[in-house]
């Protein structure tokens, strides 16, 4: 949705689930310009066709018109996404520096680790002064 809102002069149109979340992150400090689709304008604007449908899957809201579909995954750096018209290489995840970042900024006073290298992460957050724990 940020990369629609800063590059494109068209809306970003929310599934149910997407609003949920960004409504979410706009309580935090985050605001993104979206309209829902279960709203009346966004379902006006996804009819008109000039919009950026956000989903966390693919599904095919009510439309006369063809739908180009795109989806954002690190995987599109080095393959070819089958099925999708346009594949774009934005990764929803972050490198070590990036997770140690966000652990320190975050203000968190126990931080869980349950994916990945958690044991690595949480003692290396540890050595920073960080309260965490692998639980995996």
Known sequence: IG????????PAVTSWTISRITEKLSEHGLKLDYIPLHDPEGLEAFKQG????????RYNPPSKRRLRWG????WALRHRIRGYDAAFPLSGHADFPGLVSYAEESGARKIYLVHGFAEELSRHLRRRGLSAEALI
């Open 50 to 57: 000039e919009c950026v449908y956000v989903s966390s899957k």
């Open 3 to 10: 990369v629609v809102n800063a590059y494109l002069k068209i």
């Open 71 to 74: 989806v954002a995954t690190g």
